[in-house]
């Protein structure tokens, strides 16, 4: 959604809105609702991403900061209503990227980790080589095969990735002293961006401020570090040493309509409620209205996340998807808490592979690559591999290489370009064809958001490949909704989630082509075959 619906003048004071913040990997943006989720206010601005070393990804906290509160001041004016009257501001963000600061001072250690950063590699390859990971996945089988608790049979296949916090976070501990010895003296704080942002909403401008200051963090962000034990619902603290942590720096584990208390006056020139906090995948559920066991959902964003709700049952897999809490609510119908879990697939590279195109003089914009594809029958027996960040479920591999492979001298540009949107739809099918091995749910839908989700030519391609229909809704940006209607529904603004479901608006269905599936089934075996040419590519002795 690039555009907000255009507004007629001040609105009554009488009338309030609900906001939503939304930090993704790129960009960040707020988003004005009115009561009926239509669209009164927007602003976004790009994530400034920094570069200081290959492998390396940070954030500046200060630079950052100012986006953030310019982002909403913006979207304020944008919807021409009073800060008074935005009633609740949602927040919802990027994963697994964190930051470290001091206790008493807020002076940070270090700049923000983001998630797909690569420093860690080694360690990576150290740990998962250790012979201690080796011998915990082995008693972990052991147990499993005793006790047939899930939470061990996770344990089996334990490994450890460059995406999740647990090896950046050790990485960064060993290499910055003041951060080691600020945690002996137990004067150092751990958060990833949803407990910093908490942190300096309470906070305000006044950096001296000294009133008690939360420091917590979401359930659905803390499941997605590594470090908290979903099948438990707290920290695995027995971790801590290896990692070089102590149980004092980790925050609290809430809730995501938790009370998270009002965005300090001094910001905004009026207090505004917090109404939850909630990580970028889990909102994009809660947007695509995937509220029952069984239901899928497929983001197509900087990253594929395909996301497959589990209900009441905390999923251990054996080909790595990864195991989260989906959300954790209070539920005003029942009046109790409600937890939700969900399994988890990525691909890492999926908007970076259009981004790339577009730097390589593919094309020049992104809405084109889809007639590019359409523009040949096929791309010719030529494969590309979407490996700029390893490879993950089912083959796990960091070390494989991106490439091309098949190309002949009547090879063109749209050639490529179709075989390097096949290449994201293969990338999905494969966690799709993961979810059906490990579980015995019957699926017919898959709903798509993210900005990759407006290519016509992938939606399609992964409607004949899973043979299921492909729901695309109306607005691309789920996450941002889905927080809207969590923020709503916290603050008592709707009633349930019936209202959501309502309100949702299904933009086109893609169906399965059936008559294509012979061919289309075969290239993407032919494809996998492809992958193991590049896979353990590189040396990372």
């Known amino acids: 959604m690039n555009e907000c619906a255009p507004c007629g003048g001040i609105m009554s004071d009488k009338e309030k809105f609900i906001g939503a913040l939304d930090i993704g990997t790129t960009t960040l943006r707020c988003m004005i609702f009115d009561r009926s989720l239509q669209i009164r206010g927007y602003s976004c601005e790009q994530v400034q991403l920094l570069y200081p070393k290959v492998g390396y990804i940070e954030i500046d906290p200060d630079q950052f900061w100012a986006s953030v509160v310019r982002v909403i001041k913006n979207a304020i004016e944008n919807a021409k209503i ?46 998962n080589d250790n012979i201690l990971l080796k011998s915990f996945q082995g008693v972990s089988k052991f147990l499993y095969m005793i006790t047939r608790n899930k939470r061990f049979l996770a344990g089996s296949v334990m490994k450890f990735m460059n995406s999740q916090v647990t090896v950046r976070l050790a990485w960064m501990i060993r290499n910055n002293d003041d951060l080691r010895k600020a945690i002996q003296n137990k004067s150092a704080l751990f958060g990833t961006i949803d407990t910093w942002l908490l942190h300096k909403f309470q906070q305000g401008l006044n950096e001296c401020n000294k009133k008690p200051i939360d420091h917590i963090t979401d359930v659905t962000n803390a499941s997605a570090t590594g470090l908290y034990d979903p099948f438990q619902l707290n920290w695995a603290e027995w971790s801590f040493s290896l990692y070089g942590l102590t149980a004092d720096m980790m925050p609290k584990v809430v809730d995501n309509t938790h009370d998270f208390g009002v965005i300090d006056k001094s910001i905004f020139g009026s207090e505004i409620k917090i109404g939850c906090s909630i990580a970028d995948q889990s909102a994009s559920m809660w ?231 012979e061919r289309i089934k075969g290239k993407f075996l032919r494809w996998q075959d492809a992958v193991e040419r590049f896979r353990d590519w590189y040396d990372e002795s």
């Open 82 to 127: 009073s800060v008074e009257q935005l009633e609740s501001l949602g927040i919802t963000t990027q994963r697994c990227t964190f930051i470290t600061w001091h206790r008493d001072t807020g002076k940070y250690f270090h700049r923000f980790i983001v998630w797909n950063d690569v420093r860690a590699k080694e360690l990576v390859k150290k740990w």
């Open 287 to 517: 947007g695509s209205c995937c509220f029952g066991k069984g239901d899928v959902k497929v983001t197509l964003g900087t990253g594929s996340f395909m996301n497959l709700n589990t209900g009441k049952d905390c999923h251990a897999s054996i080909y790595g998807l990864y195991p989260l809490v989906a959300w954790r609510v209070f539920n005003r119908d029942s009046n109790t808490t409600e937890v939700a879990y969900c399994v988890e697939g990525q691909s890492n590279d999926t908007g970076s592979i259009i981004r790339w195109g577009i730097d390589f003089g593919l094309f020049d914009d992104p809405s084109a690559s889809s007639d590019m594809a359409y523009s040949v029958d096929d791309s010719e027996e030529i494969f590309f591999i979407p490996a700029f960040s390893g490879l993950g479920a089912p083959m796990n591999d960091a070390k494989a290489a991106t490439g091309v492979i098949g190309i002949r001298p009547t090879t063109t540009k749209s050639h490529i370009v179709r075989a390097l949107l096949e290449s994201i739809a293969y990338r999905v099918t494969q966690l799709y064809i993961c979810t059906l091995e490990e579980t015995d749910f019957k699926f017919s839908i898959i709903r798509v958001d993210g900005g990759v989700s407006r290519n016509d030519f992938v939606c399609q391609l992964l409607a004949n490949l899973t043979g299921l229909e492909v729901e695309r809704g109306d607005n691309s940006e789920l996450s941002v909704l889905g927080t809207a209607f969590l923020a709503g529904l916290n603050a008592g603004i709707f009633q349930n989630r019936d209202e959501l479901v309502r309100k949702r608006v299904v933009e086109r269905v893609f169906h399965p082509q059936h008559e294509h599936s």
